[in-house]
């Protein structure tokens, strides 16, 4: 059997309980945040190595040459996939829009409309949003969000 006050108090009992792990979550992240306060004030100020990008210049680079290569690549029947990945992989995106750049001025046609062609899929949609500079990356990630 149950008493009508019984509810009250298991309700008091229940508000206690939630404030008290208000309490601690606050406490969290008071802690966190003196914690970053402080590990922002003290120590080296240079930026951490992992704030840049994975993607470093590519020492050799020359564009004619990867134009060429990606050139072959396309031709190549079945289409050489692994040679393409490579080159755009290891060049950092200054260096892709030089690629794209030199592949145009060598055939005549825009690279990106050639891989289109060429490729399918998954990597079709990697490759393409490689050539793409960070700004119309983002510009066409954030309207194919909407």
């Known amino acids: 059997m149950s008493w009508p006050c019984d509810s009250v108090i298991n309700q008091d009992h229940k508000t206690k309980e939630k404030n008290i792990c208000f309490q601690k ?24 190595p992992s704030a840049y990008g994975s993607v470093k210049a590519y020492t050799n680079f020359d564009a004619e040459r990867d134009a060429l290569n990606i050139e072959t690549a396309i031709k190549t029947k079945g289409v050489d ?49 490689l050539l793409k500079t960070p700004a119309q990356y983002d510009a066409s990630e954030l309207k194919a969000s909407m």
């Open 25 to 48: 979550a606050s406490f969290k992240m008071s802690t966190v945040h003196e914690i970053l306060c402080k590990l922002s004030l003290e120590g080296d100020h240079s930026t951490p």
């Open 81 to 129: 996939e692994v040679t393409i990945v490579n080159i755009l992989t290891n060049r950092s995106n200054a260096q892709r829009q030089d690629i794209a750049f030199a592949y145009q001025r060598r055939t005549k046609k825009e690279l990106a409309s050639a891989l289109k062609s060429a490729l399918s899929g998954h990597l079709e949609t990697v490759i393409l949003g």
